[in-house]
């Protein structure tokens, strides 16, 4: 196989993970912290609308991520007062914000419908050769490194231990001073904040267009990544790069001579993802479960800071 069919496979893998990385990223530090939001699809689009619409409106690239990350912060930090402050139910919760992201988006995004962002600039456009680099991006290499940065933060840092403590048991947290409620608000922001960046790729570098309901389903995909990688941030990555893996298969298995039916292949990622939350929807019936799949011990449960 060609050199060069190689490093434009493996940066197309990477540009199809990119999104999942970032949004499982942050939903792994909010279920790390004890919450289950199952609202990343909603703030995914929003973010992908509000990056759109920024580049559209000032032409900045860095002003667009920039009001995807603070749209999709502040969807998080909306589900926190939901679920933290008014002690409301998690799981309806998050579906309801995932239905107000995708409603609120349609709503607002309707005028935008088949306008482009333009092509995002790439490695080769800073002077690096090779097929690789015309590939690439920036983000991308960002998003690699926000793998190592949140891995070194959970197990490395005082404040990462906190947040450890906070989703193992709220109630002894608590009880020892650590600010309970604080800690999930703030994870909810970054968790936020990180789907709204993946959503912006989305419209900004991969596919540069708005259409309704662009993730398609990735928000999902992303909190299954969370469970099938156990919690653990470099499992992410891998688990991304499978399911970005199966994307790309879907566009070289004819060149690759594999007679596959292209819908049977667009099916995976998703039969997939049932697969993992059927796992994670055990877990609560299943006592021995949690621990062999390393869920935070708090996780989804309600806190009143009265124990």
Do not use: C
């Not at 990544?225 to 399911?243: D, I, K, N, T, Y």
């Not at 007679?259 to 292949?265: S, Y």
């Amino acid at each position: 196989m060609p050199s060069d069919l190689i490093a434009g496979i493996v940066a197309g893998l990477l540009v199809a993970a990119t999104p999942l990385i970032l949004a499982a990223l942050g939903e792994l530090v909010v279920e790390k912290s004890g919450v289950l939001n199952l609202g990343v699809e909603g703030m995914m689009v929003i973010g992908a609308y509000a990056g759109f619409a920024a580049k559209v409106g000032t032409g900045s690239y860095g002003l667009a991520f920039t009001t995807a990350i603070l749209a999709g912060a502040a969807m998080g930090l909306l589900f926190g007062v939901l679920t933290q402050q008014l002690l409301s139910n998690q799981v309806a919760s998050g579906l309801a914000l995932t239905l107000f992201g995708l409603g609120l988006s349609a709503l607002f995004g309707a005028k935008s419908t088949g306008l482009t962002a333009g092509a995002f600039p790439r490695l080769d456009a800073l002077g690096l050769p090779g097929r690789f680099a015309s590939g690439t991006d920036v983000i991308m290499l960002a998003t690699l490194a926000l793998v190592f940065a949140v891995a070194y933060f959970l197990e490395r840092t005082r404040a990462g231990l906190v947040l450890r403590a906070v989703g193992e048991n709220h109630d002894a947290a608590h009880a020892i001073g650590y600010p309970v409620v604080a800690v999930r608000m703030a994870a909810l922001a970054f968790g936020g904040g990180m789907a709204g960046l993946g959503g912006a790729y989305l419209s900004l570098v991969q596919t540069p267009f708005w259409v309704e309901r662009m993730t398609a389903g990735r928000g999902w995909i992303a909190l299954a990544l969370v469970v099938f990688a156990a919690w653990q941030p470099f499992r992410v990555l891998a688990g991304a790069l499978l399911f970005g893996g199966i994307t790309i298969l879907q566009l070289h298995s004819q060149g690759f001579g594999l007679k596959i039916d292209a819908q049977i292949l667009s099916m995976l990622p998703y039969l997939a993802t049932i697969a993992v939350l059927i796992v994670m929807s055990r877990q609560g019936r299943v006592g021995s479960s949690s621990r062999r799949l390393r869920a935070p011990q708090s996780l989804g449960k309600v806190f009143t800071g009265t124990a």
